[in-house]
């Protein structure tokens, strides 16, 4: 993790989470960027944290990285079982537009990886347009098997942020493999560019606010419907993180 953090990580199941609010992050992004600071971000919901815990490579692999920001509501409501809470959530895609509207204001410029290859052009369209000061470095859909070309393009255009949306665990390894090809920011989104593109509807702020996002995903699309399972599994995985706690404390 990066020294830089302004408070100790909270750890959720060995996952060591940035303790911030998103406006102070952002600030932290500012900063690194404009120092052109090689940075890897990892945005983490409950299924990330059970993949990790599954998959010790996969949990190596991003606990390299400088931060690890709560995106996805079950990862507050465990830091609060745990009774080691955090600030704030920080999502991902939150994070992509307020970079997008600050690279537009300063400058910057920016090399976006994922999605469909229809999503991507219309992408393209959609940051031309609103954030016209914003320079795209480059741009290559999700579906690639050999990423040379990709690389190459990035070591060429040396863009201020890295946008990752192939969903995990493949963006984050992407990130890992390749984060030396330009001293940027370099940030996992998922599907962040779908709902930039207008493909994917985000859900209306009433339920942003009560933090029911992922029931109105399920609720357009049934197929997520098998991805809820994991809840229950990680909570319970919580439980047993407090009372193990509890016991060692008892020791």
Do not use: C
């Not at 347009?129 to 040379?148: K, S, V």
């Not at 030396?180 to 996992?188: F, K, N, P, T, V």
Request: glycine share 6%; no cysteine; net charge positive.
């Amino acid at each position: 993790m990066n020294n830089q953090s302004p408070t100790q990580p909270v750890d959720i199941l060995g996952i060591p989470f940035e303790n911030t609010t998103e406006k102070d992050f952002q600030a932290i992004l500012h900063n690194v960027i404009n120092q052109h600071q090689n940075t890897f971000v990892v945005t983490a919901n409950p299924e990330i944290v059970m993949y990790a815990k599954a998959n010790p490579d996969y949990e190596k692999l991003i606990t390299t990285a400088d931060y690890i920001v709560p995106d996805g509501i079950g990862i507050i409501m465990g830091a609060k079982m745990l009774k080691t809470p955090l600030k704030e959530r920080v999502t991902g895609y939150d994070l992509f537009v307020h970079l997008l509207e600050w690279g537009n204001a300063n400058q910057k410029s920016a090399y976006f990886v994922g999605a469909q290859p229809a999503v991507i052009r219309k992408l393209k369209k959609v940051v031309q347009e609103n954030y016209p000061f914003l320079t795209i470095a480059g741009t290559h859909d999700g579906y690639f098997g050999d990423d040379r070309n990709i690389v190459h393009d990035i070591k060429r255009t040396q863009p201020d942020m890295v946008f990752v949306a192939t969903g995990y665990p493949k963006q984050e390894a992407f990130i890992n493999k390749n984060r030396r090809a330009a001293d940027a920011l370099w940030i996992g989104i998922g599907g962040s560019f779908d709902v930039l593109a207008g493909t994917v509807k985000r859900a209306p702020k009433a339920w942003q606010k009560m933090h029911l996002e992922w029931l109105y995903r399920v609720v357009k699309e049934p197929s997520r419907f098998g991805r809820l399972m994991v809840l229950p599994k990680y909570l319970w995985q919580i439980v047993k993180q407090k009372y193990s706690r509890k016991s060692r404390r008892a020791q």
